[in-house]
């Protein structure tokens, strides 16, 4: 792993043999955790009650015949060979692919098909033929609004599965780790025994997330790899000792055998069969920690045939030991009595780990979410400040937990829980299927053809399996669907309040020439220290802070309007964050700063974001004071907005106007400026880089212009006075005439979300003793 940037190698181009193997083996706990645990409960969850195998073996072979083409299809043709190639900049999941939809297609909703936005160098797209480009389906897509509102409701009906599945995963797997103890007891003393510890597992689990799992995460990946070791040998075992011809039962004919002799209650049991593919998602999901080839390689020679063995193992047992109770169909039936106590233990830490992995992933979806504006304002904790990515957030880490445990102490059986967690897992699989179809139409520019043939292959297998999870609604499948409303519910109401913020702030922004030209008139007065006003515009003043000065007439010397904004992209390159502009001449000492965070990027502390913000903005001063004199001959006249630039961290030929504190490191971007004169125009600069860690020092030995040395130390004057964050403090009101949906989801459902989310102080990481709250009205 690169100890500086915390991720990943992503690119098998620069990666030896041997670091692909590596990133292979570390895979191992991070991303087939769920996955490989799934044998615990599958042959348990089909064989409920729904089938009854007989003397004549078809149900055992069309079972394992299931599995086996399951396990084929998905997992290994469409994630390893397809899915896993649609990634984003080597990003994967959900909102990965939404994102790549949406810088091919205009069809966001969100505030972000604006210059500050897409002008990164680092992820400009190719500029792909004209008839390619201008395709009907993407035609069909951008001239149809209400496809814009679908496409995000499938985003979020799969993000809400995925966040589901972090409820259900860790009940199940650890709640069928632990049913081992069955055979050691008797079925009443079972029962009274596994609840209580499955229940005490989860709560150790959860309140060790604050702890981060790079404290114990290399433990992850020995367990899984002895874990699949394990399964492999006793599969062989059974195989060998039991029935040496199981390998017949691969045919797909044993498939259709067994629908035809079980007919409804065979389709019925598919319903457990699909969660021997739980966890598939997560090599999409995890692709950006590791490389393609590194998860290909895992699945591919250890993973996958690992799985093969253990379930012909557990096929073959069963052929030759006629069981007839669900109650002694389970995994650990088949395990030899002498290892039996060591495979349960192994079993245990396994199923933490798959547990672990799926936790992770719910925060980490959360996280995109909320930068995307999808979902409430929660507290984001990095626990790694070396291993990106690495997140807790006490809020949902608590919510889980609770939801786990009741669903371990309510459902009480492996069927139930089995049931809840396939709807989920088939549901995210369908909504990648979908999206992914898109992606080979918009990004890959091939025919709609492959794409439907794609969406119907792969998608009728997907829809054979959810419809068998849905006939189970009663028998648990409730759950997921429960959860994902919702949820689905909290998201869109929060989205589409946000959306209606904004479009209020859009409309009733002002310009600081007409602020100023009531100086005279309010007595407005300039003290000392810098302003920082937190706003979703790009250009204009607010009307909060308008309204803050015309009652309170007096703000800061040195102001700041800072947006803040979350792009569609995975990163932002440091060099490419900050982009810098003034508002008005500038003896207005006001600018603006457009900063802009990936949605999988680390947001800065704020002490080191307003060191590095304030150190941007005097490399600006020095670059802009270049070219003011030529841009006033030409122009004559002040505008409001003046040019914006690309300030990354750049160094400028001549005096430097900092002192460096820390050895100076190259830093690799693909550019150095963009200068937008007109908000459109864009002029490229020289690309140098330098990554620095400033503090401000005036050296008299060289020369540059008064005016910028008047204006720098202004600036590092204000510093010294100190810095306040001017944030917004809103209540959203629907004006009148609304519809009663309207008035339900702003002044209840927005409002009350707003209230109970964590702050945009907090989001921020905005000192208690420097705040300055605004509060308004908005009426949308």
Same mark, same amino acid.
């Given at each position: 792993?690169?100890?500086?940037?915390?991720?990943?190698?992503?690119?098998?181009?620069?990666?030896?043999?041997?670091?692909?193997?590596?990133?292979?083996?570390?895979?191992?706990?991070?991303? &087939?955790?769920?996955?490989?645990?799934?044998?615990?409960?599958? &042959?348990?969850?089909?064989?409920?009650?729904?089938?009854?195998?007989?003397?004549?073996?078809?149900?055992?072979?069309?079972?394992?015949?299931?599995?086996?083409?399951?396990?084929?299809?998905?997992?290994?043709?469409?994630?390893?060979?397809?899915?896993?190639?649609?990634?984003?900049?080597?990003?994967?999941?959900?909102?990965?692919?939404?994102?790549?939809?949406?810088?091919?297609?205009?069809?966001?909703?969100?505030?972000?098909?604006?210059?500050?936005?897409?002008?990164?160098?680092?992820?400009?797209?190719?500029?792909?033929?004209?008839?390619?480009?201008?395709?009907?389906?993407?035609?069909?897509?951008?001239?149809?609004?209400?496809?814009?509102?679908?496409?995000?409701?499938?985003?979020?009906?799969?993000?809400?599965?995925?966040?589901?599945?972090?409820?259900?995963?860790?009940?199940?797997?650890?709640?069928?780790?632990?049913?081992?103890?069955?055979?050691?007891?008797?079925?009443?003393?079972?029962?009274?025994?596994?609840?209580?510890?499955?229940?005490?597992?989860?709560?150790?689990?959860?309140?060790?997330?604050?702890?981060?799992?790079?404290?114990?995460?290399?433990?992850?990946?020995?367990?899984?790899?002895?874990?699949?070791?394990?399964?492999?040998?006793?599969?062989?075992?059974?195989?060998?000792?039991?029935?040496?011809?199981?390998?017949?039962?691969?045919?797909?004919?044993?498939?259709?055998?067994?629908?035809?002799?079980?007919?409804?209650?065979?389709?019925?049991?598919?319903?457990?069969?699909?969660?021997?593919?739980?966890?598939?998602?997560?090599?999409?999901?995890?692709?950006?920690?590791?490389?393609?080839?590194?998860?290909?390689?895992?699945?591919?020679?250890?993973?996958?045939?690992?799985?093969?063995?253990?379930?012909?193992?557990?096929?073959?047992?069963?052929?030759?030991?006629?069981?007839?109770?669900?109650?002694?169909?389970?995994?650990?039936?088949?395990?030899?009595?002498?290892?039996?106590?060591?495979?349960?233990?192994?079993?245990?830490?396994?199923?933490?780990?798959?547990?672990?992995?799926?936790?992770?992933?719910?925060?980490?979806?959360?996280?995109?979410?909320?930068?995307?504006?999808?979902?409430?304002?929660?507290?984001?904790?990095?626990?790694?400040?070396?291993?990106?990515?690495?997140?807790?957030?006490?809020?949902?880490?608590?919510?889980?937990?609770?939801?786990?445990?009741?669903?371990?102490?309510?459902?009480?059986?492996?069927?139930?829980?089995?049931?809840?967690?396939?709807?989920?897992?088939?549901?995210?699989?369908?909504?990648?299927?979908?999206?992914?179809?898109?992606?080979?139409?918009?990004?890959?520019?091939?025919?709609?053809?492959?794409?439907?043939?794609?969406?119907?292959?792969?998608?009728?297998?997907?829809?054979? &399996?959810?419809?068998?999870?849905?006939?189970?609604?009663?028998?648990?499948?409730?759950?997921?669907?429960?959860?994902?409303?919702?949820?689905?519910?909290?998201?869109?109401?929060?989205?589409?309040?946000?959306?209606?913020?904004?479009?209020?702030?859009?409309?009733?922004?002002?310009?600081?020439?007409?602020?100023?030209?009531?100086?005279?008139?309010?007595?407005?007065?300039?003290?000392?220290?810098?302003?920082?006003?937190?706003?979703?515009?790009?250009?204009?003043?607010?009307?909060?802070?308008?309204?803050?000065?015309?009652?309170?007439?007096?703000?800061?010397?040195?102001?700041?309007?800072?947006?803040?904004?979350?792009?569609?992209?995975?990163?932002?390159?440091?060099?490419?964050?900050?982009?810098?502009?003034?508002?008005?001449?500038?003896?207005?000492?006001? &600018?603006?700063?457009?900063?802009?965070?990936?949605?999988?990027?680390?947001?800065?502390?704020?002490?080191?974001?307003?060191?590095?913000?304030?150190?941007?903005?005097?490399?600006?001063?020095?670059?802009?004071?270049?070219?003011?004199?030529?841009?006033?001959?030409?122009?004559?006249?002040?505008?409001?907005?003046?040019?914006?630039?690309?300030?990354?961290?750049?160094?400028?030929?001549?005096?430097?106007?900092?002192?460096?504190?820390?050895?100076?490191?190259?830093?690799?971007?693909?550019?150095?400026?963009?200068?937008?004169?007109?908000?459109?125009?864009?002029?490229?600069?020289?690309?140098?880089?330098?990554?620095?860690?400033?503090?401000?020092?005036?050296?008299?030995?060289?020369?540059?212009?008064?005016?910028?040395?008047?204006?720098?130390?202004?600036?590092?004057?204000?510093?010294?006075?100190?810095?306040?964050?001017?944030?917004?403090?809103?209540?959203?009101?629907?004006?009148?005439?609304?519809?009663?949906?309207?008035?339900?989801?702003?002044?209840?459902?927005?409002?009350?979300?707003?209230?109970?989310?964590?702050?945009?102080?907090?989001?921020?990481?905005?000192?208690?003793?420097?705040?300055?709250?605004?509060?308004?009205?908005?009426?949308?």
């Amino acid at each position: 792993m690169d100890p500086e940037r915390g991720i990943c190698w992503s690119s098998s181009k620069k990666n030896s043999w041997r670091n692909t193997l590596l990133l292979a083996y570390q895979s191992l706990g991070v991303v &087939y955790g769920d996955l490989s645990i799934s044998p615990l409960y599958v &042959y348990k969850s089909t064989f409920a009650e729904d089938i009854k195998h007989s003397e004549t073996n078809e149900e055992i072979f069309g079972v394992l015949s299931f599995v086996f083409w399951t396990l084929t299809l998905l997992p290994l043709f469409k994630y390893v060979f397809i899915v896993l190639r649609a990634d984003d900049n080597g990003e994967g999941g959900t909102f990965a692919l939404y994102s790549l939809i949406c810088r091919h297609a205009k069809v966001s909703l969100l505030p972000n098909r604006q210059v500050a936005d897409e002008e990164l160098s680092t992820y400009k797209l190719e500029c792909p033929p004209e008839a390619k480009n201008s395709s009907s389906v993407k035609n069909l897509l951008e001239k149809h609004k209400k496809l814009h509102t679908a496409l995000l409701i499938v985003v979020l009906l799969g993000t809400c599965m995925v966040i589901g599945d972090g409820v259900l995963t860790p009940a199940i797997s650890v709640f069928s780790a632990v049913s081992g103890l069955e055979l050691s007891m008797s079925k009443a003393h079972h029962e009274y025994a596994v609840v209580p510890i499955t229940c005490l597992i989860l709560v150790c689990l959860f309140t060790l997330q604050h702890y981060g799992t790079h404290r114990v995460g290399f433990f992850f990946a020995p367990i899984v790899l002895v874990w699949l070791l394990c399964i492999s040998a006793l599969g062989l075992y059974n195989i060998i000792l039991w029935n040496p011809h199981v390998y017949q039962a691969l045919s797909p004919y044993y498939m259709y055998k067994f629908l035809k002799k079980t007919r409804k209650g065979g389709w019925m049991s598919l319903g457990g069969i699909l969660l021997c593919i739980t966890g598939s998602e997560a090599m999409f999901a995890d692709l950006g920690h590791f490389s393609y080839t590194a998860i290909q390689i895992a699945f591919t020679f250890l993973v996958y045939p690992a799985l093969i063995l253990a379930y012909m193992g557990q096929a073959a047992y069963l052929s030759r030991h006629h069981i007839y109770t669900s109650y002694q169909i389970g995994f650990y039936v088949s395990v030899p009595e002498s290892v039996r106590w060591a495979v349960l233990v192994i079993a245990i830490l396994a199923s933490v780990v798959g547990s672990q992995a799926i936790i992770s992933g719910t925060f980490s979806i959360i996280n995109q979410s909320q930068s995307l504006g999808c979902f409430p304002r929660v507290k984001v904790i990095h626990t790694s400040d070396k291993i990106h990515g690495q997140i807790y957030i006490p809020e949902i880490n608590w919510m889980l937990m609770i939801l786990c445990i009741a669903v371990a102490v309510g459902f009480r059986n492996t069927k139930h829980m089995g049931n809840a967690s396939g709807l989920a897992v088939m549901t995210v699989m369908l909504v990648t299927t979908c999206l992914t179809s898109l992606v080979i139409i918009l990004c890959w520019h091939k025919s709609p053809l492959i794409a439907l043939a794609f969406f119907l292959f792969f998608g009728s297998v997907e829809v054979l &399996y959810f419809s068998a999870s849905l006939t189970k609604f009663l028998e648990g499948a409730w759950l997921p669907i429960l959860l994902a409303l919702v949820l689905m519910t909290v998201m869109f109401v929060w989205h589409y309040g946000t959306i209606k913020k904004y479009e209020f702030d859009l409309h009733n922004k002002v310009s600081l020439d007409w602020l100023l030209a009531l100086g005279p008139s309010l007595g407005i007065t300039r003290v000392p220290g810098i302003g920082l006003v937190y706003t979703d515009l790009i250009s204009g003043i607010p009307a909060n802070f308008s309204r803050f000065v015309t009652n309170l007439p007096a703000f800061h010397r040195v102001l700041i309007f800072v947006c803040v904004k979350s792009v569609t992209v995975p990163y932002v390159p440091p060099a490419e964050r900050y982009l810098m502009g003034r508002v008005g001449p500038p003896a207005y000492r006001s &600018y603006r700063c457009i900063v802009r965070y990936g949605y999988r990027d680390v947001h800065q502390d704020i002490d080191s974001f307003e060191s590095e913000l304030v150190a941007r903005l005097a490399d600006f001063i020095r670059y802009d004071g270049s070219r003011y004199e030529e841009k006033r001959s030409h122009s004559g006249e002040s505008t409001d907005e003046g040019g914006l630039a690309v300030i990354g961290t750049t160094s400028f030929s001549g005096p430097p106007a900092y002192d460096i504190e820390e050895s100076v490191q190259p830093e690799s971007v693909s550019i150095g400026f963009q200068t937008v004169e007109s908000v459109g125009e864009m002029m490229e600069m020289e690309p140098i880089g330098l990554k620095r860690r400033v503090r401000f020092m005036l050296d008299e030995r060289f020369e540059m212009d008064d005016h910028v040395r008047e204006e720098l130390e202004e600036l590092i004057a204000a510093q010294n006075a100190g810095t306040a964050f001017i944030l917004g403090h809103s209540h959203v009101k629907a004006k009148q005439g609304s519809s009663l949906l309207k008035r339900l989801v702003i002044d209840f459902g927005y409002n009350f979300l707003r209230r109970n989310c964590r702050g945009p102080d907090v989001a921020l990481k905005v000192p208690p003793v420097s705040l300055l709250e605004v509060g308004m009205v908005y009426i949308v």
